[in-house]
């Protein structure tokens, strides 16, 4: 297992297929360009889908909830792109990208994105996390349709994230 902290969580990813984009070249040399990435990703076979996983610490939060949801939405839209891009190996960078990703995350496959927000309860009630999810889900969906990507997006706590099964546990 890869094993990451961050946020206050800990995050383990499969050996074979775990990457983060900020580890790879090809991504880091267009960081300073605007373009966003999210944290984490992984191959699950199983369900023949490429995971991205974003985590944030919204427990004291220095954004509103606007400024955060756009922040979101740059992120899942931004690593389509650069997804669509290396899986269509458009350009060189492109070519490197998808050179650099683990073998198993390499070829196109269904976008599975998950934003998890460890929340304080008396900042951010669960209600609010649905009105946000139904955005992000509107907006990133499109994009995905637009690159002739299928994708799944869910914004959840920490807590749901975990009784889910997803690779994400809170630190003691």
């Known amino acids: 297992m890869l094993l990451f902290q961050e946020s206050g969580l800990q995050v383990a990813l499969p050996?074979?297929?775990?990457?983060?984009?900020?580890?790879?070249?090809?991504?880091s040399s267009l960081k300073g360009c605007g373009i966003s990435e999210m944290d984490y990703g992984w191959s699950d076979d199983e369900k023949a889908a490429l995971c991205l996983l974003e985590v944030k610490d919204y427990?004291?939060?220095?954004?509103?909830?606007?400024?955060?949801?756009?922040?979101?939405i740059a992120k899942g839209r931004d690593c389509l792109v650069l997804l669509h891009?290396?899986?269509?190996?458009?350009?060189?960078?492109a070519k490197a990208l998808r050179a650099e990703l683990p073998d198993p995350c390499r070829h196109r496959k269904q976008v599975r994105m998950f934003f998890v927000l460890k929340r304080d309860p008396a900042v951010?009630?669960?209600?609010?996390?649905?009105?946000?999810?139904?955005?992000?889900?509107?907006?990133?969906?499109a994009y995905a349709s637009l690159?002739?990507?299928?994708?799944?997006?869910?914004?959840?706590d920490h807590e749901k994230a975990s009784?889910?099964?997803?690779?994400?546990?809170?630190?003691?």
């Open 15 to 27: 050996d074979e297929s775990g990457f983060r984009f900020a580890d790879l070249p090809a991504y």
């Open 59 to 72: 427990t004291a939060p220095t954004d509103l909830p606007g400024h955060l949801l756009a922040k979101l």
């Open 85 to 93: 891009s290396a899986w269509s190996e458009l350009g060189e960078r």
């Open 124 to 141: 951010l009630k669960r209600e609010g996390l649905g009105v946000m999810q139904d955005k992000l889900r509107a907006q990133i969906t």
């Open 147 to 156: 690159l002739g990507l299928r994708s799944m997006v869910l914004l959840v």
């Open 163 to 172: 009784r889910m099964g997803l690779p994400v546990q809170e630190l003691s």
